[in-house]
């Protein structure tokens, strides 16, 4: 199972909840299979998606799961520290591991070799954290969601590889905008 596969097989878990996702060909395929308003898609700021979405988690008491990467994660692993010791039960941090940078022309990422994301995160202090396939991964995704008192981090195992995707045609600000439509915040400009 490939990212797209997996993002696929995700929507019926995942459409009704808020939705940050990492940057590239993440958040083009996850815009491709099924866009929606409370999805935001990030066109900028590698490493961040797990940073941004505990901050609306911890602000606002509604589900929210961050689809990251595993090289997103590589490039920003003081968060899994922030997620371990901060992080309220309505936040999913979902690591997509496929083993490379697929959105810089899939170069490997060190967790195809001895680097394990599930101990980082455990040695960070995060105290769900659930490795699995991409088969596996909606029945984990469902079961954190309907735990009301934890946190998660789920590190999906899948494969390497993209498909063409176009690139999102909604500017930044029209992505901010309608999100924050969505979660109910007024926009000051």
């Not at 520290?81 to 979902?94: C, E, K, M, V, W």
């Amino acid at each position: 199972m490939n990212r797209f596969e997996l993002l696929k097989l995700l929507q019926k878990t995942i459409q009704e909840e808020l939705v940050i996702c990492n940057i590239g060909l993440p958040s083009q395929e996850l815009y491709q299979i099924n866009d929606q308003p409370n999805y935001f898609y990030m066109l900028g700021s590698m490493g961040l998606s797990s940073s941004i979405g505990l901050g609306l988690a911890l602000s606002i008491n509604k589900n929210v799961i961050s689809i990251d990467g595993d090289g997103s994660v590589l490039m920003n692993m003081n968060t899994l520290a922030t997620i371990g010791n901060r992080a309220p039960s309505n936040y999913t941090l979902l690591i997509i591991d496929n083993a490379s940078y697929g959105s810089t022309g899939d170069q490997k990422t060190f967790t195809g070799e001895r680097t394990s994301l599930k101990d980082v995160a455990k040695g960070s202090g995060c105290q769900n954290v659930i490795q699995c396939s991409g088969e596996e991964t909606s029945e984990n995704l469902q079961k954190a969601l309907s735990d009301k008192n934890n946190s998660y981090v789920i590190i999906s195992k899948i494969k390497s590889g993209n498909v063409p995707v176009k690139p999102i045609p909604l500017n930044p600000v029209t992505i901010r905008d309608r999100f924050r439509k969505k979660i109910g915040l007024v926009s000051y400009l």
